[in-house]
């Protein structure tokens, strides 16, 4: 709203409210401050994300997703280099096809969420990222037989109901505005 002058409207504003209200149904028992500066580390890194995605959105007025995607990956690969360098071990040959598999989804995913951005307003299209909670829920289980808690269950519900409630809201109103 501030950066990019969409409108926001109230089901968008109380969509995001829910689920992040979601989000904090699954992570408030979990928050202990066991987890020391790594927990730090990733609470710093949310501005960082979020100024990632204003940008991705404001450079799809004028860049295509495939250009925005490549320069983040880049800008990502120069990042991380460093400390890529310092704690190298060489992957096996399995962990190689993970890692292409992985870049490869990451990459494709990167590239739905600009193409998201280019097509609607970033305060419509970003409540749907609180669904990537339920994903890693959903292969924690698969993956590592983890058991989703009786609180992540409860709040992948919110997230699931803002998600398609504001979902619905959009579609709706996408179908009265006039063309």
């Known amino acids: 709203m501030l950066f990019l002058k969409e409108p926001m ?11 992040f209200a979601g989000v904090l149904v699954v992570v408030g028992p979990k928050l202990t401050g066991a987890g020391g500066q790594h927990l730090l580390i990733m609470l710093a890194s949310a501005p960082l994300f979020a100024a990632s995605f204003l940008m991705a959105k404001a450079l799809t007025r004028h860049d295509r997703p495939e250009v925005i995607v490549a320069w983040q990956a880049l800008t990502v690969a120069l990042f991380t280099l460093p400390v890529a360098a310092w704690l190298w071990q060489a ?25 998201a951005y280019k097509l609607a307003d970033i305060s419509s299209a970003q409540p749907v990222k609180f669904l990537d909670l339920i994903w890693a829920a959903a292969l924690g289980w698969l993956v590592f037989h983890e058991v989703p808690s009786a609180s992540t269950l409860a709040g992948a519900a919110v997230i699931f109901l803002a998600t398609s409630w504001i979902a619905r809201v959009e579609a709706r109103r996408g179908r009265s505005t006039p063309a």
């Open 9 to 19: 409207f109230w089901q968008r504003w109380a969509a995001a409210l829910l689920g």
């Open 91 to 115: 992957p096996s040959l399995a962990q190689w096809g993970l890692v292409l598999l992985c870049g490869a989804l990451g990459s494709l995913g990167h590239w739905l969420l600009t193409t």
